[in-house]
């Protein structure tokens, strides 16, 4: 069964082509990046705008790709949200168009659950139950999965998402946009141990997180340095910056391990791309006996294959939207 998958929930247009839910024939993601660095962010009204334009050649691309046309097309999945809402009913209006052209299912797939399914597509003998720690430009949820899929919140961001508190310390220090992957290559030459950070809310008993004390202090540190006169130490101060988020993230992901007696942890979304993140976790994770699964960094961030895959599940168990379905910008994980 072939699945073509569709993702606009954010600023990469992205379409594939998934056979059975696991062989990723086609993965097209073509990013905006350099529409949005300019203003060092995702400015919707844009994503949306080149959502439009990319789209058809995108779909176009992802069955050349593959090697399919779209008489060959079993069903088709989309993101209905978390993410944009402009960006969503791009998405979810060529999805329609498709399935209802060529008379297939259509799927509605959340976003969030998808990047946890990366795992699974990187994976195919991950088994949960398992503790998912994800952590995009817009989300960081610590969430638990039983053994028959079923997905439940353990804790969330209070204010920033990860990915987010990276890129707003990036461009602060101006460091560029995405900020992301410049903090943790400048980090690597850093010394963490100089700038020593808070980590908020490591020690209390629940599984949520909040970055944007963490902001002010970086922000804090800089003017104190910069009223006395003296240079800023970029790197290390990217290194003590990261390994504050990191810390946290890594004690919270044990202790819902240890707390839920899960064997298996897995990292998902564009956050999980950092290699501070998945050396430290890694580490943790060896030293308490347990397994860890990262993707590749293509499965990592948005992408359309995670969504293909996930609406294979979804379709076998019978969930389908009709063409009145609507995007939902704030779409939870699970409750
Ligand atoms: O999952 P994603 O592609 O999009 C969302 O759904 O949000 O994540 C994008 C986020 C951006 O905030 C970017 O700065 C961050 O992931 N990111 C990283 C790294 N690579 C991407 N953050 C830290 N370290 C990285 N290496
Ligand atoms: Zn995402």
Redesign the pocket.
Known sequence: MLILGIET????TSVSVVEDGTVVRSNIISSQVEFHRPYGGVVPEVASRKHLELINPVIQEALDLAGVGFADIDAVAVTVGP?LIGALLVGLAAAKAIAYVLNVPLVGVN?LEA?IKGNFLQNPLLRPPLVALL?????TILAYMDEDGGIKTLGETLDD???????KI?RFLGLG?????????LAAEGDASKVVLPRAMIDRPDYDFSLSGLKTAVLNYVTRLEEAGEAVPLADLAAGF?AAVVDVQVAKTLRAAKEYKVKDIVL??????????RAALKTAADEAGLTLSFPT?EL????AAMIASLGYDYLAAGKTIDMTANANANLPLAQ
């Open positions: 929930s954010c600023d990469e993410g976003h990047h952590v995009s430009g817009g989300h998402a990860a990915g987010e508190a990276f890129d990036a946009y995405p900020g992301g992957p410049a903090i943790d290559k990261q998902a979304g564009g956050v999980a791309a950092n290699a501070g993140l960094l990592c961030t948005d992408n």
